[in-house]
């Protein structure tokens, strides 16, 4: 698929929220990432995101990068949380910079290291500021995150308005694969008074009632990922995607 980013913008005006699921190729074989990813696309997924903080197998994300793509039709797009994220095949990549990250090596190093292989292959890369909220997720011990608290929204949106300056038009509020709690309308809110650009939201979100209060707020799109490797219902996706999708700007 050629200008992702296109597709992103111009879906999200036709369609609404958008829901994009995340598959960890380590956390799922070749072949069943690419039934979850069929399913996801059967139940109105919009993107699929292939990566994970912690993946560090290149020939395997290869691997299961290639299947997906031979099994759906809507966009796949990396999501690596490292170079060894970077691989052939995808039509996109979440090009990111964790933002509140105390190691440059996340801030602007691995992107640098990253970023000949992106244009080798051919992958479209989305301009994104990753932003972790709260900590004892995978993502926060491996990026060495400086935290945002889930009751300080006003810290996140300071570091989204900075990555509006600096010409990011993708910004990624994360509470970690797996958190306990999702990110906060309020912070939502905060966040979207200020970033002018696409606004996505993922972490600990496993319902239709959650994901509405965030799409009320301000969201583009949300991210699940654990509900789904860990067995939730492709009938709850479809629920929260056909909630999420009658919110309109």
Request: no cysteine; hydrophobic share 45%.
């Amino acid at each position: 698929m050629k200008n992702v980013e296109n597709y992103l913008r111009s879906t999200r005006k036709a369609k609404g929220a958008l829901l994009f699921v995340l598959i960890d190729s380590e956390n799922n074989g070749t072949k069943s990432a690419a039934m979850l990813a069929k399913e996801a696309e059967k139940s109105g997924a919009s993107v699929i995101l292939v990566g994970g903080s912690s993946a560090t197998d290149q020939l395997t994300m290869a691997e299961t990068v290639k299947n997906i793509k031979s099994s759906v039709k809507i966009p796949l797009i990396l999501f690596p949380g490292n170079v060894t994220g970077v691989v052939p095949g995808a039509d996109a990549i979440l090009f990111s910079s964790l933002l509140n990250s105390e190691n440059p090596y996340f801030i602007s190093q691995a992107q640098a290291l990253g970023a000949p292989n992106v244009l080798r292959f051919g992958l479209e890369p989305l301009p994104t500021a990753y932003i972790i909220i709260g900590e004892g997720t995978t993502v926060w011990h491996v990026g060495s995150v400086r935290t945002i608290p889930f009751d300080k929204p006003n810290l996140a949106a300071m570091y989204a308005l900075s990555a509006q300056f600096f010409g990011m038009r993708f910004v990624y509020l994360e509470a970690g694969s797996g958190a306990k709690s999702n990110v906060k309308p309020e912070m939502v809110a905060a966040v979207r008074k200020l970033f002018k650009g696409f606004l996505i939201v993922g972490g600990g979100i496993r319902d239709s009632k959650t994901a509405v209060e965030i799409v009320k707020a301000g969201a583009d799109a949300i991210v699940i990922g654990t509900f789904i490797e860990k067995g939730g219902s492709f009938k709850t996706i479809a629920d929260i995607v056909k909630t999420i999708q009658s919110i309109r700007k």
